[in-house]
């Protein structure tokens, strides 16, 4: 097969696919180069949109910096190139987070990758309550085996270990609500109807509060008096899964990311909507705690599954990348137009 050429309209799709990508608070924590002289997309952190209470080690960063990778990966399959990635490709650049190198199709044809490019536009984050109805035991199987695939392990609890987890998360929220620093910066995280901004979660996104509550939904909006949120009863036999590594440092966190957007991909194309729990990895006791016995084990990221309405979409500032001369400045930045995406 021709190898095709990277041009204008290749380099939107491949980015449109990468900032559909979710991130922690939607922060989009990601900047593009293109370097045409190997045909490669480069992925930079922006350290311009940082969570300091959040995430002072900018693991949520890595791990949404990795979704967006793996949602080029797709893309790229999808247009008909085999995705060749390198993770951390420059000790002297440690912001340089990944290379997709846009190869030709393997000889034993292309990539399976590229059957979940249509879940991309589709999977959205859903805050709301789901019916209760049991995702199917292969359709979890698919789930645990996209994430194997890219290094990482999901392990989905029974009734017991799925209340300890969300006892856990529980307790996560509850600190999170008392500690005023924490709260005031996931409030400026929260965007109002009709303001212009192509970043952070719109208040007509955040879904309901549990009536019950049994399952802790992170709460932005701290004490402000948001009719927004009504508190309804969510589904009473939740399901879960831990998504976590085996060891923990930078790229083991990109791994993650990649394997949390295979997860969430392979459940969108089977019509299974999914919302991320975060707040316990926020906690080192309570991360710890949240991985058990197992060892080693670095828990990631907690992701509540099931069926029911769409989430509500979030907006993303719209990406472009100019080619990257040898001595390579800064990649260009998303610019500032809102799509609706998440």
């Not at 959040?54 to 190139?81: E, K």
Request: hydrophobic share 40%; net charge positive.
């Amino acid at each position: 097969m021709q190898t095709r050429e990277v041009d204008a309209t290749a380099v939107r799709s491949l980015l449109a696919a990468a900032v559909a990508a979710p991130s922690i608070h939607n922060t989009q924590p990601w900047r593009f180069g293109l370097d045409p002289d190997s045909r490669s997309v480069e992925v930079w952190a922006d350290r311009g949109r940082p969570l300091p209470m959040t995430d002072p080690d900018l693991r949520a960063q890595h791990l949404s910096v990795g979704a967006a990778v793996f949602n080029l990966r797709v893309a790229a399959a999808h247009l008909g190139w085999e995705p060749i990635v390198g993770l951390l490709p420059a000790a002297d650049d440690p912001d340089l987070l990944a290379r997709v190198q846009l190869a030709r199709p393997a000889a034993n044809g292309p990539s399976t990758l590229g059957g979940l490019y249509e879940a991309i536009e589709r999977r959205h984050t859903s805050r709301m309550p789901f019916t209760g109805r049991p995702v199917p035991e292969p359709v979890v199987s698919q789930m645990i085996t996209a994430a194997r695939a890219e290094g990482a392990r999901l392990d989905v609890p029974d009734i017991m270990g799925t209340r300890r987890l969300l006892q856990l998360t529980q307790a996560a929220e509850a600190r999170n609500a008392s500690h005023s620093a924490r709260t005031a910066e996931a409030r400026t995280r929260l965007t109002a109807p009709g303001r212009d901004t192509p970043y952070g979660i719109p208040v007509t996104a955040l879904g309901a509060r549990d009536a019950s509550g049994r399952i802790p939904m992170r709460d932005f909006t701290g004490r402000l008096p948001v009719p927004y949120l009504p508190a309804l009863h969510f589904e009473r036999h939740a399901q879960v899964a831990l998504l976590w590594t085996s060891w923990d440092q930078r790229e083991d966190w990109l791994r993650a990311g990649q394997a949390l957007q295979r997860v969430l991909l392979t459940a969108t194309v089977h019509g299974v909507r999914t919302s991320m729990l975060h707040q316990a990895m926020e906690w080192l006791d309570l991360r710890a705690a949240m991985g058990g016995s197992r060892q080693p084990c670095s828990p990631q990221l907690l992701i509540r599954f099931g069926y029911g309405p769409e989430g509500g979409r979030t907006p993303r500032a719209a990406a472009h990348a100019t080619p990257r001369p040898a001595l390579g400045p800064e990649p260009a930045a998303s610019d500032a137009r809102a799509v609706p995406s998440d």
